[in-house]
């Protein structure tokens, strides 16, 4: 006899991915690019989609060379490293200071030393200089208008957690704007990792005032490396099983484990449905529709699907949840 069809209220625990699945990390960050593509001859013509699978390129081999890296000081690396890239495709010396008419227009352009290390040609910021100015545009990322709604929606019926290949500090604001709540000043602080922190990983429901939605929150810095590898997700199951009083009874089965209780939730099917995939986990594909990366399965278009729902917003996904838990009454 065949095992029933599962429902997505069949689980527990959703583990959400953030920047492409809840934040518009597309947009984000190609308008934080497009200074640095405006530069040069080579870049100026490209479109969302060659900007952001350049980014890609440079992203992944830091992430798989440097897995203890911050997120926001990794971002800075691949903006100096595009920008080499961009100079030897536009016929100029790595290394070499931008032109003259660059510096007069751009005051944030950076100057170079010899060995290549970007210093701070700018006047109205100070010593910060375009590569980290760019690891720091996180907290302008905005999030999807459907967002901030289903979340709460999902909340009442899910346990909530946060996986993400981001750093504590640049989440902060991240996070405030998903309780909706404001991203800056006095708000923020309810929304930042507490220093000291009773916990091996974030609890943000127990900072007082938080309206946070999420049980818990796993940056790459609390993981120590970048999906798609699997410890984060590795961790995340050990955590969930570890504490009962955190998650709840999480009604297993003879011969279920805790991966049975729980779904990923994402739009990148590389970073995050082939991990889960690879674990046995059951996943939720959130298909952004104005997405142009992250959308096809490692394999190509004819390999086998890695998600076992799809909705193209997440606000799709809560209505789904709440027609099931509408026809078995609950």
Not at 141 to 153: E, G, I, K, S
Not at 302 to 313: G, N, S
Request: overall charge negative; aromatic content about 8%; charged content about 20%.
């Amino acid at each position: 006899m065949s095992a029933p069809t599962p429902k997505i209220t069949d689980h527990k625990i959703l583990i959400f991915d953030v920047y492409g699945t809840l934040a518009d990390w597309e947009s984000g960050l190609f308008d934080a690019l497009k200074p640095l593509l405006a530069r040069y001859p080579a870049s100026k013509s490209w479109s969302r989609k060659d900007a952001l699978s350049a980014f890609m390129a440079a992203e992944g081999d830091l992430q798989a060379q440097y897995p203890d890296m911050l997120y926001n000081e990794l971002l800075a690396k691949v903006h100096e490293i595009l920008e080499e890239r961009l100079k030897t495709l536009s016929g100029e010396q790595p290394g070499a200071t931008p032109s003259a008419s660059v510096a007069a227009t751009d005051p944030a352009a950076a100057a170079t030393t010899d060995a290549g290390a970007s210093t701070s040609a700018a006047a109205g910021d100070g010593a910060q200089n375009a590569h980290t100015r760019f690891g720091n545009s996180i907290e302008h990322w905005p999030v999807f208008p459907d967002t901030v709604a289903a979340l709460r929606r999902l909340a009442k019926h899910f346990k909530l957690v946060v996986l993400s290949n981001v750093d504590r500090s640049s989440f902060s604001h991240t996070h405030a704007r998903l309780a909706g709540a404001p991203a800056d000043g006095v708000a923020l602080q309810t929304y930042t990792f507490p220093v000291p922190n009773p916990h091996q990983y974030w609890h943000p429901q127990d900072a007082p005032g938080s309206q946070s939605p999420f049980t818990l929150v796993m940056t790459a810095q609390d993981t120590g490396c970048y999906k798609p590898a699997l410890g984060g997700f590795r961790a995340a199951l050990a955590y969930f099983g570890a504490h009962p009083e955190l998650f709840g009874d999480l009604s297993l089965r003879p011969g279920e484990e805790v991966k049975d209780r729980v779904l990923s939730v994402a739009q990148s099917l590389p970073h995050d449905h082939e991990p889960a995939s690879r674990l046995g986990m059951r996943s939720v594909w959130i298909d952004r529709q104005a997405a142009v990366t992250c959308n096809v399965t490692p394999g190509g278009l004819d390999a086998k699907p890695k998600w076992t729902w799809r909705f193209e917003t997440l606000g799709e996904m809560a209505d789904a949840v709440e027609e099931e838990l509408g026809k078995i009454g609950k």
